[in-house]
């Protein structure tokens, strides 16, 4: 069977775009009224989803070593109907215990559908070949939220939240499905590709699974306690809460731009070299808001969208780069695992940092992004190795 890149690009890249704008990206808008409607906190809300989160982590190993057996369709159609049910629960939740099941059913489907399968499927497909492929479907899903969030918004406000969650869930069965179906079967396995695996095992320092972890749980952390208090946060620096928002909405079109300029220019360039690039920018809006204050906010928010969209980027393609297609689903779960974990802590764990430091906690932020640098020059670059004819051909 021909691949078709372009077609399995755009198909898989609205998949995700779907999944993410149906899990990740719910609690944002519907946390408020699903809290008044079931008469819980809205800090319960966030609870259940970190431990949506949690599970997701503790999954992702087992989930990436499915892929590599056997290919990315089966994983992702599966994520279709688990996140499908999970969200049909919460439409039906009456109470915490109801709420929490719920969330983790949609912890399991994130496990299965998000980032870190595709990037898998993509590298069962195309081997060393895939960074280009999991650059295109970050360019599309990186509007996840711009799509995600007035969408669940117009649809609580016609039909109520639990109307948004069926719709939803409608739609994993009805655009989900069909769109991951397309991506076909994984490739075979290769008669050499022990031995290549075994070399390229080799050729990485012995830590170097070990730096990739540290490296995406910090950058992650400042990702995720951003996405959850970057208004407040410029508020604070000075910024009208118009102006803040207005700052704030610039992280999703500086994303996708930077996207582009890694698809386009910095393709050039090893993985490695982009993800230190990628690193900086955080640290370099810090720089420029705490010299400037409040109209830098703008600068400060497009520099921290530009190195997270990188990032995510870097998340996908530095262990294809590292350690080569083989195994690397189960890696990149592995390595995933602890990001996951502190995407799931840092918005309480900022959030209490902030109310103390104010715009101080920058320094945190800054600090971090500019660690996970430091650690990214301790390691080598793996020379590329000859792919094998059917990689990116027909199976």
Known sequence: MTRRPGLIVAALGSAQTLAWASSYYLPAVLADPIAADLGLPRTAIFAAFSAALLLSAALGPAVGRAIDRRGGR????????????????????????ALTAAWLVLGIGMALGLYDSAFAA??????????GPITGITLIAGFASTVGWPASALLAEAMGWRGTCLVWAALHIAVGLPLNWLLGPGRARLPQARTQERAQDAAAPPYAMALLAFIFA????????????????????????????????????????????????????????????????????????????????GGFAFLHGAGNGMITI???????????????????????????????????????????????????????????CAALFLLRRRPVAVSAPSATGDD
């Not at 083989?326 to 902030?354: C, H, T, V």
């Open 218 to 297: 910090t950058t992650w952390f400042v990702t995720s306690a951003m996405a959850a208090h970057l208004p407040r946060l410029l508020q604070i620096a000075g910024a009208t809460p118009a102006a803040a928002i207005a700052a704030a909405a610039l992280v999703g079109p500086a994303q996708v731009a930077a996207r582009l300029i890694e698809f386009g220019v910095l393709r050039r360039f090893h993985p490695i070299v982009c993800a230190r690039f990628a690193t900086l920018l955080h640290p370099l809006g810090a720089i420029l808001l705490a010299a400037i204050g409040a109209p830098a906010v």
């Open 314 to 372: 870097a998340k996908g393609t530095l262990p294809l780069a590292i350690f080569g297609p083989e195994g690397y689903g189960w890696r990149n779960g592995l390595i995933g695992a602890p990001a996951r974990a502190s995407q799931a802590a840092a918005p309480l764990l900022f959030g209490l940092a902030l109310d103390t430091m104010g715009t101080g906690v920058l320094a945190i932020s800054a600090g971090l992004s500019l660690t996970a």
């Open 74 to 97: 089966g994983v992702l159609l599966l994520s279709n109907l688990v996140l499908a049910a999970g969200l049909a629960l919460l439409a039906f939740a009456h109470g915490p215990i």
């Open 122 to 131: 993509l590298a069962s497909l195309y081997g060393e070949n895939a960074r």
